[in-house]
């Protein structure tokens, strides 16, 4: 790096104005990785938390499956006989309105996203505090969300329409949330009552359905065959996060921000290295008429552009740490290793590839130039 070092040593304030602008890339590339990370968590990690391979949808139920799939109680039983199948369990699931009735923050509304299963299934969850679901009762456990809200363990909600009583009888203290809304686990009648805003008994034909099948598959298993006979659709849990409201329309948005922000990346780097370049064709075709070969000069600059995108990226991934941390709990906002390791790693790649671009007129440049052929 002969040519390379003194160059960052001689115009230290370019290169210094240059890596301040890829530090505030960097900031900008972290701040949008949580973003996106935090977007994701909200819309979907209810669903994540799901101990399950796949769900069953009701095949017409094409788009949004969560607000239109409807299965019955013989497509869960048929799904649970079937060859690959290590469990299949009802699931259930609405977005229901309450008012705390029985506590400190009474008169409080509160959105529920409301999970719904057999107490003694798989599904139930185990509550850091107080009990789990009981059958038969209407009971409910919350999550952090929830309690964030100033809901407690004891504390009565009551359910718009279907005026359910809902006691909070346990909490799980973990960020868990559907449709940027925080669960609340209950068992599958209270669950009914909920989603069809039925007060009192339930019709024997509510009794006998769910909103899914919640299916533990194992590797390779084939069900074709009782997909067609019970007219339902297996997708796996990933898939069917994008039916989760509005997770498709977010995760597509963020994905598009940040494909600009690299592109512009790659543009902004390759186009200050191409101007550098130009400046200093006088310095590479004087190396050039002393004997230095064309691709020695080419990875002594490089190395000058891995030099000023590592060091720069560096800075800003740690002031974009910074920066997030303090959102967190303030915003949709979640630190991930891999996607932040993999935002800093497309702006070096990408910023380097652009600068290839530009550094790649070294091999036009004709030696004679520092021998005065130009006059």
């Known amino acids: 790096m002969f040519l390379a070092l003194r160059d960052l040593r001689f115009a230290r304030g370019r290169f210094a104005l240059m890596g301040a602008v890829v530090a505030l890339i960097a900031v900008l590339g972290v701040l949008l990785s949580g973003l996106a990370s935090g977007l994701a968590d909200a819309g979907v990690s209810g669903l994540r938390a799901l101990p399950v391979t796949h769900l069953a949808f009701d095949e017409k139920a094409t788009s949004e499956q969560f607000s239109r799939s409807t299965v019955e ?38 959105n529920l996203a409301v999970f719904g299963m ?34 407690e363990i004891g504390d009565v909600l009551t359910a718009d329409k279907s005026d359910v009583r809902l006691k909070v009888v346990g909490l799980i203290d973990k960020p868990v949330s559907y449709g940027h809304i925080g669960v609340v686990y209950t068992d599958l009648d209270t669950w009914r009552h909920l989603h069809y805003g039925l007060p009192g008994d339930l019709p024997e034909a509510a009794r006998r359905q769910a909103t899914a ?37 977010e995760s597509s948005t963020m994905a598009l921000i ?13 186009a200050f ?12 075709a004087l190396l050039k008429a002393l004997g230095a070969p064309t691709g ?52 070096v790649i990408l910023g380097t590839v652009g600068a290839v671009v530009a550094v790649r007129r070294i091999t036009a440049v004709d030696p004679l130039t520092a021998l005065g052929a130009t006059r």
């Open 296 to 347: 020695y000069i080419l990875r002594d600059a490089l190395a000058q552009v891995v030099a000023v995108l590592v060091g720069a990226t560096a800075v800003g991934t740690a002031a974009g740490l910074a920066l997030g941390s303090a959102m967190i709990g303030k915003a949709p906002f979640s630190l991930s290793a891999p996607a932040i390791a993999t935002s800093s790693g497309l702006l």
């Open 213 to 249: 099948v919640a299916l533990t598959l194992e590797d390779g298993a084939d069900v074709s065959a009782v997909e067609q006979a019970t007219a339902t659709r297996a997708e796996s849990k990933e898939a069917a996060f994008d039916a989760s409201p509005g997770y498709t329309a």
């Open 73 to 110: 109680q013989e497509d869960w039983q048929a799904w649970s006989r079937a060859r690959g199948v290590k469990r299949a369990e009802p699931f259930g699931n609405a977005l229901a309105n309450a008012q705390v009735t029985q506590g400190a923050k009474k008169g409080e509304q509160v």
């Open 258 to 270: 940040k494909g600009f922000l690299y592109a512009i990346s790659a543009l902004v780097v390759g």
């Open 118 to 151: 057999a107490p003694d299934s798989a599904l139930a969850p185990s509550p850091t505090r107080g009990e789990g679901l009981r059958k038969g009762g209407t009971g409910i456990v919350i999550t952090r969300e929830i309690a964030d809200q100033g809901v």
């Open 273 to 284: 290295f191409t101007v550098w370049t130009v400046q200093r064709k006088p310095e590479i």
